[in-house]
Each structure stands twice: as structure tokens, then as C-alpha cells.
């Protein structure tokens, strides 16, 4: 509503400013009573309005110019508001297509990159396989080594135990 009123006033400022230029230049052209008016002498009421009335043609004609002028600006502020508006719509969409491109650009790295760790993990899981087998093996060898080192163990302990009855009935026959 405030611009509303400031639009006006400028406008009849404007206008006003228009009417004191005509008057002043054409001055001479006014009849008697015109001047009379203009310049203040003039008392009559009647009289009064119908010197406004000759001014008012000069001054609506102004303010149609003004008008006209002022609807030209306007069409060519809505014209160029929905050329832009056009070209945000533009933009914004190949923002759009360009954050996609970005973002699929990105999820194929991410796949790449996935791929290249599941085929590392497969890798690692077959390294680790292979190392399980080898230590069962060497488990059981161990172990096997183990049963003949005690089997050995036993053995030995037989034929220690064999050889000092042999040695000891030996001796029983020496004496």
C-alpha cells in the first residue's frame, strides 16, 4: 500500500512538473482570463474551472504518454523477467543433470572400487585357505613325528630296559 502511495505521489509530483513547463511555455498563448487565473487575479469559482479545464487536456494527454511509456517498461520488465526466468529454469536443470552425471560418476568409482576390494578379499580368503591346509599338514606331521618319537621313546626304553636284564644276567653269569 506505501508504494502505492509513493507511485502516486511521484506521478502527480511528475505530472505537476509537466503542467508548470506547458504553462510556462505557453504562456503567451493563453487568453486574458487564462492569465488572469494563472497568475492569481482571477476570483470567479466558474471561471477557475474552466481554465482547469484547458490546462487538464495538455496534462492528461502528458499523463497518457507517461502511461504508455510506463506500460512499454512494464511489458518489457515481464518480458525480460520470463526470459530469465526460462534461463534459471535451464540452468537449474542442468545443475540437475550435472549433479546426476557427478553422482553416477561417483557410484561407478564406489563399484570399481568395491569390485577391486571383493576380488582382494577372494584373493585374501584363498591365500588363508591355502595357509590353513599347510599348517594342518604340518600339524599333522608334527603329530605323526610326535607318535614316532614317543613309539621311539618307548622302544628305546624297551630295549634299555631289555639290554640291562641281558647286562644283569650277563654278570649273573660271570659270577
Same mark, same amino acid.
Request: no cysteine.
Given at each position: 500500500?506505501?508504494?502505492?502511495?509513493?507511485?502516486?505521489?511521484? =506521478?502527480?509530483?511528475?505530472?505537476?512538473?509537466?503542467?508548470?513547463?506547458?504553462?510556462?511555455?505557453?504562456? +503567451?498563448?493563453?487568453?486574458?482570463?487564462?492569465?488572469?487565473?494563472?497568475?492569481?487575479?482571477?476570483?470567479?469559482?466558474?471561471?477557475? +474551472?474552466?481554465?482547469?479545464?484547458?490546462?487538464?487536456?495538455?496534462?492528461?494527454?502528458?499523463?497518457?504518454?507517461?502511461?504508455?511509456?510506463?506500460?512499454?517498461?512494464?511489458?518489457?520488465?515481464?518480458?525480460?523477467?520470463?526470459?530469465?526466468?526460462?534461463?534459471?529454469?535451464?540452468?537449474?536443470?542442468?545443475?540437475?543433470?550435472?549433479?546426476?552425471?557427478? =553422482?553416477?560418476?561417483?557410484?561407478?568409482?564406489?563399484?570399481? =572400487?568395491?569390485?577391486?576390494?571383493?576380488?582382494?578379499?577372494?584373493?585374501?580368503?584363498?591365500?588363508?585357505?591355502?595357509?590353513?591346509?599347510?599348517?594342518?599338514?604340518?600339524?599333522?606331521?608334527?603329530?605323526?613325528?610326535?607318535?614316532?618319537?614317543?613309539?621311539? +621313546? =618307548?622302544?628305546?626304553?624297551?630295549?634299555?630296559?631289555?639290554?640291562?636284564?641281558?647286562? +644283569?644276567?650277563?654278570?649273573?653269569?660271570?659270577?
Amino acid at each position: 500500500m506505501a508504494t502505492e502511495i509513493d507511485f502516486l505521489r511521484d =506521478q502527480n509530483q511528475r505530472l505537476n512538473e509537466v503542467l508548470r513547463r506547458y504553462q510556462m511555455e505557453n504562456f +503567451s498563448k493563453y487568453s486574458s482570463v487564462q492569465k488572469a487565473v494563472f497568475k492569481g487575479d482571477g476570483d470567479d469559482a466558474l471561471e477557475n +474551472s474552466v481554465v482547469d479545464q484547458s490546462f487538464l487536456a495538455p496534462l492528461i494527454t502528458e499523463y497518457d504518454k507517461q502511461l504508455k511509456e510506463l506500460n512499454g517498461q512494464l511489458k518489457y520488465y515481464q518480458k525480460q523477467t520470463g526470459e530469465m526466468k526460462l534461463q534459471l529454469e535451464n540452468v537449474i536443470k542442468e545443475n540437475e543433470r550435472s549433479e546426476l552425471s557427478r =553422482q553416477k560418476l561417483h557410484t561407478q568409482e564406489l563399484l570399481s =572400487q568395491l569390485e577391486m576390494a571383493n576380488e582382494k578379499v577372494a584373493e585374501n580368503e584363498k591365500l588363508i585357505l591355502e595357509h590353513q591346509e599347510k599348517a594342518n599338514r604340518l600339524q599333522r606331521r608334527l603329530s605323526q613325528a610326535e607318535q614316532r618319537a614317543a613309539s621311539a +621313546s =618307548q622302544q628305546l626304553s624297551v630295549i634299555t630296559v631289555q639290554r640291562r636284564k641281558a647286562a +644283569s644276567m650277563m654278570n649273573l653269569e660271570n659270577i
